[in-house]
């Protein structure tokens, strides 16, 4: 059974920093793509980030581009993100996902239950 | 502003049929990417309901469809019932090398 645990949420002040990590199970982790989506308190769905299965493509939303960092152990199944200089607009669920792994397809077929982060003084 | 356009709400009667419409641009979904569906229940991680325009993961009902033309998708859900109420998103890629997502719709149940 595929399960993705998400970790790291909590408050942190405007301008601070925290780190994100997402541990799987359940499938070869080393095989997939893997991105985190966000949905801020009212609002919809927001990509954030995409680390290819080997961790050395990375992509990411203009919104966090330059303040957050995605990466993975694969010798440890887990996928993180180091989000520095943090401004009260990320306050948001953060979701871990698992691409599907189809070509040219970019879907999530499993995702975690997501952990709240709130940046406010 | 999400870059795919939904309706804020969509309601029907249970047993009826519903669509969501999902619309796009030449850059997304009319760039000929894949559309894909997602269920959103309070409290629960989002789910996969449709992929590849019109596919059904394993476990999906066959109430729920989907399609694609154009610059367009659409989402739809036969025999509704009361379980179906929730929020839906339609997400794609970007040729700006983006994924993204539509705005989401809830749907209600009358």
């Known amino acids: 059974e595929v399960q993705l645990l998400e970790s790291g949420g909590g408050l942190v002040q405007p301008g601070g920093s925290l780190r994100l990590s997402c541990a799987a199970s359940?499938?070869?982790?080393?095989?997939?793509?893997m991105r985190w989506v966000r949905q801020a308190p009212g609002k919809g769905l927001e990509w954030v980030s995409t680390?290819?299965?080997?961790?050395?493509?990375?992509f990411y939303a203009d919104s966090v581009k330059g303040r957050f960092i995605i990466s993975r152990d694969n010798s440890k199944n887990t996928m993180y993100l180091q989000m520095n200089n943090l401004r009260a607009e990320d306050t948001a669920i953060y979701y871990c996902?698992?691409?599907?792994?189809?070509?040219?397809?970019?879907?999530?077929?499993?995702w975690g239950q997501g952990t709240l982060v709130t940046v406010s003084s | 502003q999400s870059v795919l356009t939904q309706p804020p709400s969509v309601s029907g009667a249970p047993g009826q049929r519903v669509t969501i419409s999902c619309t796009g641009s030449r850059s997304n979904i009319g760039a000929d990417y894949d559309v894909h569906w997602y269920q959103l229940l309070p409290g629960t991680a989002p789910k996969l309901l449709i992929y590849g325009n019109n596919n059904r993961p394993s476990g999906v009902p066959d109430r729920f469809s989907g399609s694609k033309s154009g610059t367009s998708a659409s989402l739809a859900i036969t025999g509704l019932q009361a379980e179906d109420e929730a929020d839906y998103y339609c997400q794609s890629f970007d040729s700006s090398l983006s994924l993204v997502f539509g705005g989401g719709t809830k749907l209600t149940v009358l």
């Open positions: 996902a698992k691409d599907m792994g189809l070509t040219r397809s970019w879907a999530s077929d499993y």
């Open positions: 359940g499938f070869t982790f080393s095989n997939y793509a």
């Open positions: 680390i290819n299965d080997g961790g050395f493509r990375t």
